[in-house]
């Protein structure tokens, strides 16, 4: 099975930050990445797939990069809708496997 | 508009089984598998399996072989996943998803279904 490890897996900002969170596979997955939000007690929303590729209507503030085994997901300028937690997925293989997930708290 | 709405909360105990539902709509059934993802309480997400909702092919999470069924039903447009032999750290929410387009990144999710599993 392919690993998934986020990292922070916790971290405290402001509105108006800069945040990066990062995502390691354990073994090369291309461009078959995903970065997903979870509000409390809501189903994950997809904001990026492809490792790059912004979902319609994700704020531009959002933007994702990398590949093979390193990735990252950077909010440019935190809003206040922002502070959830952040899942990673990888989507180049069975079993489908996630991050454990950074939760991003207000500072 | 495609929806996936879910079968309600559920109170099981240990040892015994669960089947929850995932009815859609919007979108041409057949043409989509439909995959299943457990939270635990404060937990990550974990995936459970797939199904190929056009021939009912279906792939599991290996910890789960054994003890998960998925099925579809084309007539009633509706997915189903059975899970046996309850524990208590089956307690979860359930979800069901289904993919926007190619590959196997999320779009559309169900509400969940809270399981718990408690003696």
């Known amino acids: 099975d392919i690993q998934m490890t986020q990292s922070p897996s916790s971290v405290s900002a402001s509105v108006g930050d800069r945040v990066t969170i990062t995502c390691r596979a354990s073994?090369?997955?291309?461009?078959?990445l995903g970065w997903y939000q979870q509000k409390p007690g809501k189903a994950p929303e997809l904001l990026i797939y492809?490792?790059?590729t912004l979902q319609s209507g994700v704020p531009l503030r959002f933007s994702g990069s990398g590949s093979g085994t390193e990735f990252t997901l950077t909010i440019s300028s935190l809003q206040p809708e922002d502070f959830a937690t952040y899942f990673c997925?990888?989507?180049?293989?069975?079993?489908?496997?996630f991050g454990q997930g950074t939760r991003l708290e207000i500072k | 508009q495609v929806q996936l709405v879910q079968s309600g909360a559920e109170v099981k105990k240990p040892g015994a089984s669960v089947k929850v539902s995932c009815k859609t709509s919007?979108?041409?059934?057949?043409?989509?598998?439909i995959s299943w993802v457990r939270q635990a309480p404060g937990q990550g997400l974990e995936w459970m399996g797939w199904?190929?909702?056009?021939?009912?092919?279906?792939n599991y999470a290996q910890k789960l072989q054994g003890r998960v069924t998925m099925t579809t039903d084309t007539s009633t447009s509706t997915a189903y996943m059975e899970l046996r032999s309850l524990r208590s750290d089956d307690t979860a929410v359930y979800y069901c998803?289904?993919?926007?387009?190619?590959?196997?990144?999320?779009?559309?999710w169900g509400q969940g279904s809270l399981v718990t599993v408690s003696s």
């Open positions: 073994q090369g997955i291309s461009s078959w």
């Open positions: 492809g490792a790059s």
């Open positions: 919007g979108y041409t059934f057949i043409s989509y598998g």
């Open positions: 997925q990888q989507a180049n293989s069975f079993p489908i496997t």
């Open positions: 998803a289904r993919v926007l387009g190619d590959g196997y990144n999320y779009y559309y």
């Open positions: 199904i190929s909702a056009d021939n009912g092919n279906t």
